[in-house]
């Protein structure tokens, strides 16, 4: 598959071998997740190891593959690296937080502190990025390092 936008089955565009608006939902799903999780409802057994890992999401796998064609894509791959890293850290925290008793904090971090915060600059660096590769990142067709990316990981607990 190419860098360019193609639409699946499905109707998702999936630009440079990621579907972004999945991506970007599945990540607004976490603040309802921690937010129902702070108010005690464990029907969804959330480990803090693994909330924190940033490669066990499709997006996570997915900067890990990428080789920016440009300096430019580069230094945003690499920004986006970061904050991807701090918002599972700050998820992570959350999840620590009510497990030891601290729930009221972990819903303030949730509804306006470190986790929303990281939340939001994720989505608005996810949204420029998917402008960015959908305008002038993305590679001709049968690029060489061009690697398939994997599958939605819409039924997965991660996202």
């Not at 599945?26 to 108010?39: F, I, K, P, S």
């Not at 990428?66 to 599972?88: M, S, Y």
């Not at 989505?123 to 599958?151: K, V």
Request: charged share 25%; glycine share 8%; proline share 3%.
């Amino acid at each position: 598959m190419a860098h360019t936008a193609a639409a699946d089955r499905s109707g998702r565009r999936e630009i440079a071998g990621l579907d972004f608006d999945a991506a970007i939902e599945n990540h607004l799903q976490w603040t309802a997740r921690l937010r129902r999780y702070g108010h005690g409802d464990r029907q969804e057994r959330l480990d803090p190891e693994q909330v924190c890992r940033t490669d066990a999401c499709s997006l996570g796998r997915w900067l890990q593959r990428q080789t920016p064609p440009t300096a430019e894509c580069a230094a945003q791959l690499a920004q986006i690296e970061q904050e991807h890293a701090d918002f599972h850290h700050k998820a992570a925290v959350v999840v620590t937080l009510v497990q030891t008793g601290a729930a009221e904090s972990a819903l303030q971090s949730v509804e306006h502190g470190d986790f929303a915060q990281r939340s939001r600059s994720l989505i608005q660096h996810l949204l420029a990025l998917r402008e960015r590769f959908a305008q002038s990142c993305a590679r001709p067709q049968g690029d060489s390092g061009e690697r398939a990316a994997g599958g939605n990981d819409s039924g997965k607990m991660h996202d």
